[in-house]
C-alpha cells in the first residue's frame, strides 16, 4: 500500500526510511527528521514494515509512504524504497536509514554530512572494525552519481539476498556492503572521528563489561591501547561522543543495553537536557526514561 504527497518527479536528493514500530507508531523525532528531509529539497521514501493508518497519515503530507511484510530486514526496505524512486537520473544524492536511531537535530547532522561533501562516495554516520571493518548500516548516503549510476551499485540490489535471521543481515549485509563497494573502487568514510580520549573511554567500558578482557600479570603495569576502540561498536561503547558529535543515539543502548554497560552518564546527560529526554522516551515507548535504571537484557 503506498500513499504519496503528491506527483514525484526527478529528485535531485532522494531518502528511503526503513521504519518498523510494534505499536504502528512513528516516533516524534523520527517525523521531524522526514520533515526536515523535505524541507530541505529531499524526496522522501517512507518504507514500513509495521506502520498504523493514523501513523501513516500523519507522514503522507511529507514522504511516500510504502507499506510492506515484515521481510528482508532494514536492507529490505531500502531495496524497496529504491524500486519506488525508479530511475535514479538525476538523482545526485540517496540517502538509507532507519528507525534504530533518535535524530536530535537532523538540520545539524545534514550540516555536517554538507562539510564533508566531496570526500567520500559512501558516506556514513559511523564505522567499526568489529567483525572487519565496515560502515554501519542505519545510515548510509551514496554521495555522488558515479557510484548510483554504477555496476557495483546495480548488483548490490540486484544480487542482494532476502534474509531472514539477523546474524545473517550482519554477516552478508552490513559487513558485505562496505567490502562490495571498496572493492568497486569507491571511497568510504564516517562522519563520527572519536578522539584519544573518547576511545579510551570505549575501552575502559568493554574492560568494565566484561566485553574486552585484559591479561593482567602479577607485577608490572598494565597498557591499555585506546585503538582498541576501533574493534567495538561506537554507538554502544563510544554512545556518548556519537551522541556529542553527531546528535544521535541508538535506541537498542536504550531498550535492551545487550552489554550491560553502565547508563549512569546517559542518564545524567538526559536529566540536564530534558528535550532529548522527551525524544528518547517517547522513541523508546515509554519504557525507559532518565528515572529508571539500567534496561534489562
Known amino acids: 500500500m503506498s500513499l504519496a504527497p503528491g506527483p514525484l518527479g526527478p529528485p535531485a536528493w532522494a531518502v528511503v526510511v526503513a521504519h518498523y514500530d510494534a505499536q504502528g507508531l512513528v516516533a516524534r ?20 514494515t509495521g506502520l498504523g493508518d493514523a501513523a501513516a497519515a500523519q ?52 550540516a555536517l554530512m554538507q562539510a564533508r561533501a566531496g570526500q567520500a562516495d559512501l558516506l556514513a554516520l559511523t564505522l567499526s572494525e568489529e567483525f572487519q571493518p565496515h560502515l554501519q548500516s542505519f545510515w548510509l548516503s551514496f554521495e555522488n552519481p558515479a557510484i548510483l ?15 531472514s535471521e539477523r546474524g545473517e543481515v550482519v554477516a552478508q549485509l552490513e559487513l558485505g556492503l562496505s567490502a562490495h563497494f571498496a572493492r568497486a573502487g569507491f571511497r568510504l568514510a564516517a562522519l563520527h572521528q572519536p578522539s584519544r580520549d573518547e576511545q579510551f573511554r570505549a575501552v575502559l567500558r568493554a574492560i ?35 551522541l556529542d558529535q553527531l546528535g544521535v543515539l541508538k535506541l537498542e543502548l536504550l531498550q535492551r543495553n545487550p552489554h550491560r ?37
Open 208 to 242: 568494565d563489561s566484561g566485553y574486552l578482557l585484559v591479561q593482567a600479570g602479577t607485577d608490572g603495569p598494565v597498557l591499555l591501547d585506546p585503538a582498541w576502540a576501533r574493534q567495538l561498536n561506537p554507538t554502544t561503547y563510544a554512545w556518548d561522543s556519537v
Open 149 to 163: 549510476h554504477s555496476q557495483a551499485f546495480a548488483r548490490w540490489w540486484a544480487d542482494m539476498p532476502n534474509l
Open 59 to 110: 507522514l503522507a503530507p511529507h514522504a511516500q509512504v510504502l507499506r510492506r511484510p515484515n521481510t528482508g530486514y532494514d536492507f529490505g526496505s531500502y531495496r524497496a524504497g529504491i524500486q519506488a524512486i525508479g530511475s535514479l537520473d538525476g538523482v545526485q544524492r540517496l540517502l538509507l536509514f532507519n528507525s534504530s536511531m533518535v535524530v536530535a537535530d537532523c538540520a545539524r547532522l545534514l
Open 29 to 48: 523525532h523520527l517525523l521531524q527528521t522526514v520533515q526536515t528531509l523535505q524541507a530541505q529539497g529531499a524526496q522522501v521514501h517512507f518504507v514500513s
Open 261 to 297: 554497560i553502565n547508563l549512569a552518564r546517559l542518564q545524567d546527560r538526559l536529566h540536564s537536557q530534558p528535550d532529548l529526554a522527551a525524544l528518547v522516551h517517547d522513541a523508546a515507548g515509554g519504557h525507559w526514561s532518565p528515572s529508571l535504571p539500567n534496561p534489562a537484557p
